[in-house]
């Protein structure tokens, strides 16, 4: 298993194009996550899924932001008529729902697609 | 305003030093995590504590959960250059799978 991966690695945009971002979590994990992460700060989480239902999505998610896992496998994150702040490190993260609950639960992170907008 | 607060921001500290960083809440948390994080990568997980004053050793890395489950430090003992990196606490609070995320500590080793 190669873990988590994301694609691109990098993106430069003009603003007010559309991108898509992939996720391509291991292989039997069943919960994928994506955040957002800007230079000096932890990551921010924008949404989950598990399986291929999107159970939570952040408040703060303006609605540009769309998330699929149409077969519970991989995962895109597209973002409509992108802005200057959307600048950031888009990070998915999956895991393996376990007995022992959320507090136990390891989340694997990806390398991140580095977005730039211009 | 941080839910987790981390300290010191930023540490440089000669190979061989020990150091200790802090995250520091308010609130009660179910368990807390502490990931490290290259630039350019994804933040990889050392550890989970989950029972107040719990401690958990990682070779050179020791971290504890502080009683109330507000708290958690790490201590590294004898620094190594390819301890470098960034040091970022999450926490969960009850069973939301949510992590809420500290700003991290950005530590140096310089030889």
């Known amino acids: 298993d190669t873990g988590v991966s994301q694609n691109p690695r990098h993106k430069i945009t003009k603003r007010g194009q559309n991108v898509t971002f992939r996720c391509d979590p291991i292989s039997e994990h069943n919960r994928l996550y994506w955040y957002r992460q800007t230079l000096g700060q932890g990551p921010e989480f924008l949404t989950y899924?598990?399986?291929?239902?999107?159970?939570?999505k952040s408040r703060l998610l303006s609605d540009r932001f769309s998330a699929e896992r149409p077969k519970g496998s991989f995962s895109t994150l597209e973002i409509q008529r992108t802005e200057q702040g959307d600048s950031a490190m888009y990070l998915c993260?999956?895991?393996?729902?376990?007995?022992?609950?959320?507090?136990?639960?390891?989340?694997?992170f990806g390398s991140g697609t580095q977005l730039s907008v211009l | 305003t941080q839910l987790l607060e981390q300290s010191p921001q930023f540490l440089s500290i000669q190979e061989g030093e020990n150091l200790t960083v802090y995250c520091n809440s308010s609130?009660?948390?179910?368990?807390l995590q502490w990931y490290r994080q290259e630039p350019g990568e994804g933040p990889v997980l050392l550890v989970t504590v989950v029972t107040g004053g719990e401690v958990k050793k990682l070779k050179r890395l020791t971290f504890q959960f502080g009683d109330a489950r507000k708290d958690s430090s790490l201590h590294i003992t004898a620094a190594q250059t390819g301890d470098t990196g960034l040091y970022l606490c999450?926490?969960?609070?009850?069973?939301?799978?949510?992590?809420?995320w500290g700003a991290g500590t950005k530590l140096i080793i310089k030889p």
């Open positions: 609130s009660v948390f179910s368990s």
């Open positions: 993260a999956s895991s393996l729902e376990g007995l022992a609950g959320a507090a136990n639960e390891k989340l694997f």
């Open positions: 899924f598990q399986n291929e239902a999107q159970l939570e």
């Open positions: 999450a926490g969960l609070r009850g069973s939301n799978y949510q992590l809420i």
